[in-house]
């Protein structure tokens, strides 16, 4: 079946440092990959996504390049506010289409001044 | 704003009890709705899709008798654990998806609830 693994949080980093999550996923066929992020008291809300390999999906300075050949869709942000204290989720959806998702563990995100 | 709207937010009970867990949408009817739950460090994992309208359909594992899904209207989604025990303590999350073709790919979800049965 269809799985999704990230990295263990919680990753603490200074304002202004460089953000690497890593998020590798299984999955038959060409799924579409997703970021939702959580703040705290939120829903999780679509940050990025990405539906065929080789896509990048950006938003709010966030990237992640869908790479087919390592089966990776790893998150990065070049500079980091506090702001963007939130968990971050990665998240699958199988090549079948419906809308049933698949995520990651979730990874904690806490940005210092 | 909130497209979808969870209630409530935390809530703690005693064993034995049942708690109902309510999921509205705001935006746009839904015909479809997802129940997740995550534990502690764990995924999000999907318990059931709420059809509004005829009966939800249960992931394996999931015993439907325990968490009762009522999709009575194209709006609103309630999950109900019933008999509580502690290991029903969990965060639990809705999800919407729209029926309009231009929303169909993207997920929105409540702010989830955490059940803490004492």
């Known amino acids: 079946g269809n799985s999704v693994t990230q990295m263990e949080g919680p990753v603490t980093l200074s304002e202004e440092a460089f953000l690497t999550i890593n998020c590798t996923y299984t999955?038959?066929?060409?799924?579409?990959l997703f970021w939702y992020v959580q703040y705290p008291g939120e829903g999780l809300q679509l940050l990025l996504k990405a539906t065929k390999a080789d896509d990048k999906g950006s938003n709010k300075g966030f990237e992640a390049t869908y790479r087919k050949e390592t089966t990776s869709f790893h998150l990065e942000k070049g500079s980091v506010q506090v702001s963007d204290s939130a968990v971050y989720f990665c998240a699958l959806r199988g090549a079948g289409g419906g809308n049933k998702l698949t995520f990651g563990t979730g990874t904690q995100l806490k940005v210092e001044l | 704003g909130a497209v979808v709207s969870q209630h409530p937010s935390r809530v703690i009970c005693k064993s034995g009890t049942s708690v109902k867990i309510e999921c509205r949408s705001l935006?746009?009817?839904?015909?479809?709705m997802f129940w997740y739950r995550q534990f502690p460090k764990q995924s999000l994992m999907l318990m059931a899709t709420?059809?509004?309208?005829?009966?939800?359909?249960?992931e394996q594992g999931v015993e439907k008798d325990k968490f009762l899904i009522n999709h009575a209207s194209l709006t609103l989604s309630t999950l109900t654990v019933t008999s509580a025990h502690p290991e029903d303590s969990s965060f639990y999350i809705c999800?919407?998806?729209?029926?309009?073709?231009?929303?169909?790919?993207?997920?929105?979800f409540g702010q989830g609830t955490r059940l803490t049965v004492v």
């Open positions: 709420s059809n509004e309208g005829s009966k939800a359909t249960y």
């Open positions: 999800s919407v998806h729209s029926t309009t073709p231009r929303k169909n790919t993207e997920a929105f």
């Open positions: 999955a038959t066929g060409y799924p579409s």
């Open positions: 935006d746009f009817q839904a015909t479809t």
